[in-house]
């Protein structure tokens, strides 16, 4: 990951931004202020540039909860649909240089460790769905345990019928309505 830092004006934009989500979504972080998360975010600005690039390819990441045992505020994507910036891409490298023809520009593994996020695993995933109705149009990929990537599968998710379906597919393959969603820990 490129560690870039923000402008002050950068910096202040997206206090602001994530402030406004923060208030207008309390249901997603029941009993946490917005005073605590800020001054963990100025504390550890490392962490706004990950942030930055979650806002800036459509993610729209707000606080999702609170781990009390390291002290950390967690961000999940909460944009409505897999973020616009991210869809289009395979899984992971081994994948994009796997295909012969029609490679797509990007893969989601590499682009979440250049952003500085993770991947949301599947249990993040079906949290994530606890706070809201996500991908009722798109797909999202989803942290594919070892045993099925060696096997050439990856997983994806999405929400229909009013229910989270975990699916298969080639790591290989690319939709323009999947990409993926990540978290950060601050």
Known sequence: MTKIELSPD???????????RFEKNMSRHAGLEWAGVQAKLEA?????????????????????????????YIFY?????????????????????SRKEHKPKNNAVD?????????????QYREL???????????SWVLTPERIRKLGGALFCDRRYDTVFVYHNGAESYYAARGFRGSLRV
């Open 10 to 20: 950068q910096r202040e934009g997206l206090l602001k931004t994530l402030k406004a």
């Open 44 to 72: 550890n600005p490392d962490k706004l540039w990950p942030l930055h690039e979650m806002e800036a390819t459509g993610g729209e990441p707000d606080v999702v909860g609170y781990d009390s045992k390291t002290g950390e």
């Open 77 to 97: 994507d909460c944009s409505t649909e897999s973020p616009k910036g991210r869809r289009s891409v395979c899984y992971d490298r081994e994948a994009l240089e």
């Open 111 to 123: 682009m979440a460790a250049a952003m500085g996020i993770e991947l949301l695993t599947e249990e």
């Open 129 to 139: 769905q606890q706070l809201g109705n996500f991908d009722m149009k798109t797909s």
